[in-house]
């Protein structure tokens, strides 16, 4: 069964085109022209991942995708003009897990849209174990993570970064290190992007963020696993 991708932009011309390389790909697509719109879609009928503008009337992706994420993991990639590395981060600052600046080459957005999704279908967390540490747990048969006895909601990209250091206790990874290993050799993504999906993932995990307990900055180095086995 084919993949349902929702492509939220309010200019015709670029939905049209984005859906036409989509479907050639085998996609099945929805398009939404404005952001709120767009939000009801997403509510009423989950697609496999979002196509997101950034400027929208009505609602700005940013205002979508941090009301998305109040409720669902769905992948989001970001569509924008606006090309600054703090606009980029941003949007995933917001929850996105790409971010494509525009203009773009369609056949490279395919190919970004099906490696978001292999993240979340086939993560660096797959596999039929349980890494358990005093107060958290990841289940990685089941994708779910616990912190606390709580079950936290992460996002396929913050779930790798997660899985990725908790599998080599006390090893500094660098930070390009840490992303070839969650996202795969391909990733094209900034350092701040990896800092970003770091950020987000604490807002989930930890306790104190300013003394983090599980992931932890090693300052000029990169990032490492603090948990202790359980």
Known sequence: MASRILIVEDDH???DTIRLYLENDGFEVDIATDGMTGLERARLHPPALIVLDLMLPRLSGF???RALRKRSNVPIIM???RTTEDDR????????DDYVP???SPRELVARVRAVLRRGEH????GRERLCFVGL???LARCVVTVAGRTVSLTPAELNLLTTLARAPGRVFRREQLAARAFGEDFSGLD???DAHIMNLRKKIEADRASPEFVQTVFGQGYRFGGIRA
Request: hydrophobic share 40%; charged share 25%; with cysteine.
């Open 123 to 126: 993560p660096e967390s797959a």
């Open 13 to 15: 011309q670029t939905a």
């Open 137 to 139: 747990e990841i289940d």
């Open 89 to 96: 981060v941003l949007g995933l600052d917001s929850g996105a």
């Open 79 to 81: 569509l924008t003009a």
């Open 63 to 65: 205002e979508v995708c």
């Open 192 to 194: 701040r992007t990896i």
């Open 102 to 104: 525009k203009p773009f």
